[in-house]
């Protein structure tokens, strides 16, 4: 089972930048994927952007440009980086794992962007 703690989220005023810490408890080499979602209130849960264990990304259109996931191998961990933030990235930022064994996610963390 992989733990996964996420740090870095805050009160940032538009245009402002943060960046969130995904901590995995194993390698993240032996997680197909990570990635991160987001839920604002009273929406669903939506993906942000993910990477693969091969170093792939992707991003959904709305973050495209402004968001860029990477990760660091030695220290198990995935980041995302947001610029240019708006209001209507404000929600909780979850992580995620997907593994052949299952699907695994962090307490979340909450970004408030203010206008």
């Known amino acids: 089972q992989v733990q996964l703690v996420e740090s870095g989220g805050g009160l940032v005023q538009a245009g402002g930048s943060l960046r969130l810490s995904c901590a995995a408890s194993?390698?993240?080499?032996?997680?197909?994927?990570i990635n991160w979602y987001r839920q604002a209130p009273g929406k669903q849960r939506e993906l942000v952007a993910s990477?693969?264990?091969?170093?792939?990304?992707g991003y959904a259109d709305s973050v495209k440009g402004r968001f860029t996931i990477s990760r660091d191998n030695a220290k198990n961990t995935v980041y995302l980086q947001m610029n240019s933030l708006k209001p209507e990235d404000t929600a909780v930022y979850y992580c995620?794992?997907?593994?052949?064994?299952?699907?695994?996610w962090g307490q979340g963390t909450q970004v408030t962007v203010s206008s």
């Open positions: 990477i693969s264990s091969g170093g792939s990304t």
């Open positions: 194993e390698s993240t080499f032996s997680i197909n994927a």
């Open positions: 995620n794992a997907r593994k052949t064994s299952g699907s695994y």
